[in-house]
DNA sequence: CCGGAGTTTCAGTTATTTCTGAAATATCGG
DNA sequence: CCGATATTTCAGAAATAACTGAAACTCCGG
């Protein structure tokens, strides 16, 4: 007596599983994808197509397909088990090579196509006096997305312990600052003196 | 001769409005409204819904709903014109009040519910050894979202000039704990001494 | 308290996305 | 190369979300 079509995990994982389905409209998947990334991230081993279909009752190609976009994000890793020819699916063990994944495949597609078409948009010569200040409100956005960007990239540089460290300085971090302008730094530290340190020179 | 149900834009504006009527759908939000914030945030001066309906090509009730989405995000400011009972709509002028508004209603949408949940499921005991590794599991998760969310409120704080040069200064942040490894910091300076400075504890 | 401009609500339609079962394709041991 | 098993594709069905027009409601000046 197999029971098809209805979910079969224990309570707490099924909660768990059932909330990732339906965050994962907000987060941009589709709710059968956030169940299946919710429980690989809780099970202790890989699982396989099936495994997922009978955990979720959600048809096979369902399934397929989800592990499909999953590996698109690049969230999932392939694993092989001796003597049987199925795939097994998993997470990363370390929680932040997740969360690290996440914002670089979102940045991907929610800020990249942004950036890129604001770019082009900026080369246009303005014909009218409303595209002269759509252009400059334009330029002001693909300013402040092009700083963070750059943040970003020098962040995703740190390695995780360090950015932690960071992190857990919270706003104490800005006192940085107070110690710069107090001592009249011109930004050279232990660096060969480099003449955009004050101001990045973009 | 007026042109229904079509945009009447510049060409630059409606390249604008049109890409972010598709981001919509990545940003969480639908086309009409990803359509009518560009048009907002572009516009020289605040616009009343009878406008957007005349330049975006959408039914009137389309773009109340619209903009009441937007008022929900916090992302429009409501104007009055003397002798003109109808009501205009604007983004704020500094874009970064903007940002801090988007990441501020993401959070809350995105990340808030799941730490509930989370919190909630750690209270409960696990029943059987999947449910005990499963809880191990969503325990990293939600340490990992708590301490995030610590950062955030912590950054949040931080006024945004100062917020900025913190970013120009990129990865070079990170010599800041150079220093305090070097010196021998215990993490005090005008804060009482705190078990918790090298790992965390919390 | 009436008239009307302005706005919102909502039931029904249309468009889009998700999901399924069946068929097609791929892979491997022998 | 065959047969068995595993996986993917895809056209249509089901479910959801977006959009519209019409009606309902609100607010104000007179």
Redesign the interface.
């Known amino acids: 007596m197999k029971r098809e079509k209805a979910m079969n995990l224990?309570?707490?994982?099924q909660?768990?599983v059932l909330?990732?389905g339906e965050?994962g409209s907000?987060?941009?998947v589709n709710r059968t994808v956030g169940q299946i990334y919710a429980l690989l991230?809780?099970?202790?081993e890989p699982l396989n197509a099936d495994e997922i279909v009978e955990a979720l009752g959600v048809s096979r190609s369902n399934v397929s397909m989800g592990l499909k976009e999953l590996q698109a994000w690049n969230l999932v890793r392939l694993r092989h088990k001796p003597g049987d020819r199925r795939e097994y699916f998993g997470t990363p063990e370390d929680?932040?090579v997740i969360?690290r994944t996440l914002i670089e495949e979102r940045k991907k597609?929610?800020i990249d196509?942004?950036l890129s078409?604001l770019r082009e948009?900026l080369m246009?010569r303005?014909?009218?006096?409303?595209?002269r200040?759509?252009?400059a409100?334009?330029r002001?956005?693909h300013d402040?997305i092009d700083?963070?960007t750059?943040?970003y990239a020098?962040?995703r540089?740190?390695e995780t312990e360090?950015l932690?460290?960071?992190?857990?300085?919270?706003?104490?971090?800005?006192?940085?600052?107070e110690f710069r302008d107090r001592l009249g730094f011109s930004g050279k530290?232990n660096d060969p003196p480099s003449p955009d340190?004050e101001?990045?020179s973009r």
């Not at 991230?41 to 202790?44: I, L």
């Not at 932690?164 to 600052?177: A, D």
Request: hydrophobic share 45%.
């Open positions: 224990p309570p707490l994982v909660t768990f909330h990732f965050m907000r987060w941009g991230f809780v099970s202790p929680i932040w969360v597609r929610e196509p942004t078409l948009t246009e303005p014909e009218s006096e409303f595209e200040h759509a252009q409100r334009m002001e956005m402040l700083m963070l750059d943040w020098d962040m540089a740190i360090r932690v460290q960071l992190m857990k300085l919270g706003s104490k971090i800005s006192r940085v600052l530290r340190d101001e990045r």
